[in-house]
């Protein structure tokens, strides 16, 4: 069972770029790295996805090294509409089933 | 192009009660899952349904069931409500095709809906 460990929480000011960073140590072959955003009584929204090595997209970059046992979201140019909870997953080959840890509380300020 | 979408949006029931959430999937989506976020917690995965057949199952007891139908929406069910059943219920619809034979995994971009909150009083 691939589990991720994120921090907790960070904090931010408004223009900066910000890297979460998520750990997955157990992390199997047939994984993928999904990450999420959430915002208070909201579903989460899909951010980015990947496998290997880096993914750009028009919200975020998404950096994994070779061994993949972690991952690094970034964001770039925060807002205060940023402040959120970022999920880091690890979909578990053809019938994933995600496990949510606790997230990281990301908070933007002024 | 439809998203997720949830009914209803708030539900307010009391212990020991049944409760039936529904949920549609994104279009061209034919895979559904089911999830419970307690207030502060992330969510977790309570089952998934393809083909029709609850095919993954989260640690959660059978008071939960589902049910997913040939348009491929999805119902998901409580039964004998505790208070501790209060929580956001999230539905999320990906693709996953044919079934197949395959031991090699791909990625499944799971979109969520807005979610029903439940209160049980």
């Known amino acids: 069972l691939a589990k991720t460990t994120q921090p907790i929480s960070m904090d931010s000011y408004e223009g900066q770029e910000v890297n979460i960073t998520c750990s997955h140590n157990?992390?199997?072959?047939?994984?993928?790295i999904t990450w999420y955003q959430q915002f208070p009584s909201q579903g989460p929204r899909f951010i980015i996805q990947?496998?290997?090595t880096k993914v750009t997209n028009e919200v975020a970059s998404l950096f994994i090294p070779a061994d993949r046992k972690s991952s690094t979201l970034s964001l770039p140019r925060v807002s205060l509409s940023d402040t959120a909870v970022y999920y880091c997953l690890v979909g578990e080959g053809n019938f994933n089933k995600f496990y949510f840890g606790s997230g990281t509380k990301l908070n933007v300020k002024p | 192009d439809a998203g997720v979408t949830q009914s209803p949006t708030h539900l307010i029931k009391t212990r020991g009660q049944q409760v039936t959430l529904r949920c549609s999937p994104k279009?061209?989506?034919?895979?559904v899952s089911w999830y419970q976020q307690a207030l502060g917690q992330g969510p977790q995965f309570i089952f998934q349904y393809y083909e029709e057949e609850e095919r993954q199952r989260g640690n959660f007891p059978d008071r939960f069931s589902g049910h997913q139908y040939p348009n491929y929406s999805s119902e998901l069910n409580v039964n004998a409500l505790l208070l501790g059943d209060s929580a956001l219920y999230l539905c999320?619809?990906?693709?996953?095709?044919?079934?197949?034979?395959?031991?090699?995994?791909?990625?499944?971009?799971?979109?969520f809906g807005p979610g029903t909150r439940l209160l049980v009083l």
């Open positions: 999320a619809s990906s693709f996953q095709g044919p079934s197949q034979d395959s031991s090699v995994g791909w990625g499944e971009t799971q979109y």
């Open positions: 279009s061209g989506h034919d895979t």
């Open positions: 990947g496998y290997k």
């Open positions: 157990n992390i199997a072959t047939n994984d993928y």
